[in-house]
Each structure stands twice: as C-alpha cells, then as structure tokens.
C-alpha cells in the first residue's frame, strides 16, 4: 500500500451519483458508472464508493452496481459502503471485486459483526466511517440514522485501540460540499493516535492536504465533488502534492499514457 494516498469518493443515492452537502441536501452527477470510470482513469489511488441510502432502507448492498463495476474491471483498488449488515454481506463483497469496506451503521448497531468481519477478512480490509464534528471543544460522533450526535462510545474506543478496524474516514460531515471547508482540529482532537486516518470533507485546496498529509496518522485524503468540475482536477491535485510520499498522475491522451513528469 502506498505511504500516502488520495482516494476519490462518489457518493451514490436513489441509484444516482450525487454531489451531497452535509449529507442533507443532494445535486445530481449522473450515473455512477461514469464517475468511477473517470475516476478509474485519472490515477486516484483508491475509490470509494458510498451508497448512503441503502442501510436507512433496509436494503442491503448494492450487489447490482458492484456487479457493473466488476463487469468494467477496475485498474484501481475500490472500497465499497452501504448497506452491510452481516459478514455474509461482506464477504459477498469483497468475492464481487471490492479490495475493503467501509463500516458505518455497524458500529452503532452490531460491534460484533465488525468483529466477525474481521476475523473473516482481516483489519485491512475494513475501515470505519466517523462523521465527526466540534462543539464546545468537544468531538462528537454523527449518527445519520437518528441525525444525532454523541461521544465516541467504550465499545467503539476498544474495537479502535484493538486495531479490529486498519483505518478510519475522519468526516467533517458538516463541511462535506463545502470549498476548503475540512477543520483540520478534528484530526487534532482525535483521541486515538495509533489508527491511521482518511481525512474527508470539503478537501477542495490542495494545500490545506497537503498539510494533513504531512502528519504521521493520516494516512490519506478523499476528495469527492471537487474532481467532477474540471479537466485534469484530479491529476492537477496529485502534482500539487508532489514532495510527498503520493504516487504522481498520469495524463491521458487519445492512444497512450503519459507520465506527470512527461507533460
């Protein structure tokens, strides 16, 4: 795994990519296979796919679009969200192409499933999603089931601390669609200093992750909306962060490849 990466989010609902704010009000992209292939082009590290309705429906995975995008045969590892309720549900899953999952309603309902999971997969398949906001100095964590927020729970810190889970997406739920609006104090309050985290949301400036990547416990950062606006956003982001330990873009043209170095 690469020392530091930049992982890009799409983020799916009512069977649509959607450019979301805050996680409460949602524009349109398109489809979502489009945005994955772009992405897949384009030379992030990593993409994570997040269908943010399919745990509040009930519904489970989205078996069907991980079908279409094992169908395609990405070039760049993929992380998948919603819906898993079970470790049948996970390994499902990871058998239909996805390289790790990411782990949100489970943590609030079922820690033990999160345990099973990672027995059956192992912690580096899994990383737990902490939409996470300030209140009087405070960190909360979001529960979007019950639009609530609470502190981190004892059973959550153990599960963290055992290193059951291998990182953590640190969102600023509040910030998420926002420009340059991630608050860097969330990674500075953050108590557990031995997980590794994947800063999120309103990540735009790519100097202000630049300056998050230059911590030792982020390990990534994961940029979403931002990359769907401009040619080259997200080749242009990597060379802005060239100096650090993130693998530089390559920039396609019509027949061939060429290195960021070449252009």
Not at 113 to 124: R, S
Request: glycine residues 10%; hydrophobic residues 40%.
């Amino acid at each position: 795994m690469l020392k530091k990466r930049l992982v890009g989010v799409v983020t799916i609902k009512n069977g649509w990519a959607v450019q979301s704010f805050g996680y409460q009000r949602y524009l349109p992209l398109g489809k979502p296979m489009c945005v994955i292939e772009n992405l897949d082009r384009w030379g992030v590290d990593e993409i994570l796919v997040q269908v943010i309705d399919r745990s509040a429906g009930g519904q489970g995975p989205d078996f069907d679009l991980l079908e279409r995008i094992g169908k395609h045969g990405l070039e760049t590892p993929l992380i998948y969200g919603g819906g898993i309720r079970t470790e049948a549900d996970g390994v499902r899953i990871v058998q239909m192409g996805a390289d790790r999952l990411l782990i949100d309603t489970l943590l609030h309902q079922n820690l033990a499933e999160v345990y099973c999971l990672a027995n059956k997969l192992g912690a580096q398949a899994l990383i737990a999603s902490l939409p996470m906001s300030l209140s009087d100095g405070q960190l909360n964590w979001h529960d979007y089931r019950t639009n609530s927020d609470r502190p981190v729970s004892a059973e959550l810190e153990r599960c963290l601390r055992l290193g059951v889970l291998s990182e953590a997406l640190l969102v600023d739920w509040k910030s998420e669609g926002r420009v340059d609006g991630f608050t860097n104090t969330l990674v500075e309050k953050f108590p557990f200093k031995n997980t590794p985290l994947i800063a999120f949301g309103g990540l735009s400036d790519p100097a202000q992750a630049r300056e998050l990547l230059e911590r030792s416990n982020v390990t990534a950062v994961a940029v979403g909306n931002f990359f769907n606006y401009r040619e080259h956003a997200a080749q242009n982001y990597k060379l802005a962060l060239k100096g650090l330990p993130v693998r530089m873009p390559t920039f396609r043209t019509e027949n061939t490849f060429m290195a960021a170095a070449d252009v």
